[in-house]
């Protein structure tokens, strides 16, 4: 019904930067909230950041600062623009979104992306 499919995962030195994508496709009515995660080797998924579908963010405090996370409706689609990069941040980062397939539901749905890897490391 609803697909998230991210783009921008790769390595990156300590100190660098990279951008991360997540487009929704499928049937799509309408696109609540949505949000970043991440989960490191042997480490439980964590809440990286959330916005909401008028653009309001919450950001963990580890990346306050240093991570802006933004969304274009008009093309279902969310970013992640991550700075200073730390080595402890090599995860795979997730995109997650609470969606409407179809105009007659009456409730919100969640959907996950199949996530992607992020290595901070020189």
């Known amino acids: 019904q609803v697909q998230l499919v991210e783009s921008g995962g790769g390595l990156v030195q300590p100190g660098g930067s990279l951008r991360l994508s997540c487009a929704a496709s499928?049937?799509?009515?309408?696109?609540?909230?949505m949000g970043w995660y991440r989960q490191a080797p042997e480490k439980q998924r964590e809440l990286v950041a959330t916005i909401t579908s008028g653009g309001s963010a919450i950001y963990a405090d580890s990346v306050k600062g240093r991570f802006a996370i933004s969304r274009d409706n008009a093309k279902n689609t969310l970013y992640l623009q991550m700075n200073s990069l730390k080595p402890e941040e090599t995860a795979v980062y997730y995109c997650n979104a609470d969606a409407k397939p179809s105009a007659v539901l009456k409730r919100w749905f969640n959907f996950w992306s199949q996530g992607t890897q992020v290595t901070v490391s020189s």
């Open positions: 499928g049937s799509i009515f309408s696109i609540n909230d």
